[in-house]
């Protein structure tokens, strides 16, 4: 993985590569953005740049020992550490600080990257911070993370901040439909989905995502023509399936409660969207783009917003941990209760 490898992040590109040739450069980085954008594969064409034997124009030259050894994945300088069972331990940054205190092996600079370093635990940040106050020559460490807000200030306060936008749209879809060969359309779909993340478009082109979402979509569409006494058994019947499709919980699983919550959400986004009369080109799904528009005369704008907010509060309650086919329920009769026709 190159500079040049790297989809999109133009910015945060330029901004490493004119940091390299100075002559202090920072030694700690704090790359920021949503999952799947960029930052780890940054991180790596960035150690590859630094110890490159014959870069050009500040990039690897992907063929030279330093740079096959980093590709290969056994380069004895490049480590990424990541959280295991959600969280990285004060045993990892202990490990990490041991092998610190010597020289880089073979390579000019050793890089250390930490991937979603907010998981870290306080004991860990503690660790890790000493570190941080002290480093020893020759070491860069990388640290990603969603927010910076997560981390402690005393590590962000000396790591040098480079942040990682969401991809746009076009950029995802042919991404995808190029690398994973599913149609424009379906590319497309999953891109306007992703929130403008390769990672998660990945995620959604790889598995049943796509069969799950429009089978997600009618059935929420369907739901203002339930009376309301059928209404009940529906939200029961649903919230039972939900849980069988996925109990792996709120995150990850593109099959599970929170992804069809995800669904919704996009649902009631567009709805708004097309009730606002705004063009179909701003639509998430824009493959329903006629029943959107059709469908969301029939809603109150205050109603539609309701919604929205009512399964944003649901996928809050499910990372609580709450009883799934509970919130399944419940919402379900909410948003019967705001689909206008009576
Ligand atoms: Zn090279």
Redesign the pocket.
């Known amino acids: 993985m190159r500079f040049s490898d790297i989809l999109g992040q133009e910015k945060a590109q330029r901004f490493l590569r004119q940091v390299m040739v100075r002559e202090k450069m920072p030694h700690a980085y704090l790359f920021t953005g949503i999952p799947g954008v960029g930052k780890r594969s940054t991180a790596q064409a960035l150690a590859?740049a630094l110890n490159?034997?014959?870069?050009q124009d500040g990039d690897?030259?992907?063929?030279?020992g330093?740079?096959r050894k980093i590709l290969g994945g056994n380069a004895p300088d490049f480590h990424v550490i990541r959280p295991g069972s959600n969280k990285i331990g004060i045993d990892q940054i202990r490990e990490v600080n041991h092998g610190l205190s010597f020289a880089p092996l073979s390579a000019q600079y050793r890089v250390l990257v930490i991937c979603q370093a907010e998981a870290m635990t306080p004991e860990a940040a503690n660790a890790f911070l000493k570190t941080l106050e002290e480093p020893s020559p020759g070491n860069i460490f990388v640290l990603t993370a969603t927010e910076p807000l997560d981390l402690l200030p005393t590590i962000v306060s000396r790591c040098q901040k480079v942040s990682f936008q969401p991809l746009p749209r076009g950029v995802v879809a042919n991404w995808i439909s190029e690398k994973k060969g599913v149609s424009q359309k379906e590319a497309d779909i999953v891109a306007g989905l992703s929130g403008g993340s390769i990672g998660r478009a990945l995620e959604m082109a790889e598995n049943e995502f796509l069969e799950n979402r429009e089978r997600w979509l009618e059935r929420i569409a369907e739901l203002p023509g339930f009376p309301r006494t059928e209404a009940q058994g529906v939200a029961f019947k649903w919230a039972e399936e939900i849980k069988a499709g996925g109990t792996s919980g709120a995150q990850g699983s593109s099959l599970g409660p929170a992804a069809v919550l995800d669904i919704w959400k996009s649902w009631y986004r567009d709805l708004l969207l097309a009730r606002a009369k705004m063009g179909e080109h701003s639509f998430m799904n824009r493959d329903f783009s006629q029943s959107l528009k059709k469908m969301s005369m029939g809603f109150k704008i205050k109603n539609l917003a309701k919604s929205f907010f009512l399964i944003d509060r649901a996928a809050m309650d499910l990372m609580e941990n709450r009883n799934s086919a509970l919130v399944f329920e419940h919402l379900v009769l909410e948003l019967r209760a705001l689909a206008g026709r009576l």
């Open positions: 590859m490159c034997l014959s870069p690897a030259c992907g063929l030279c330093s740079c």
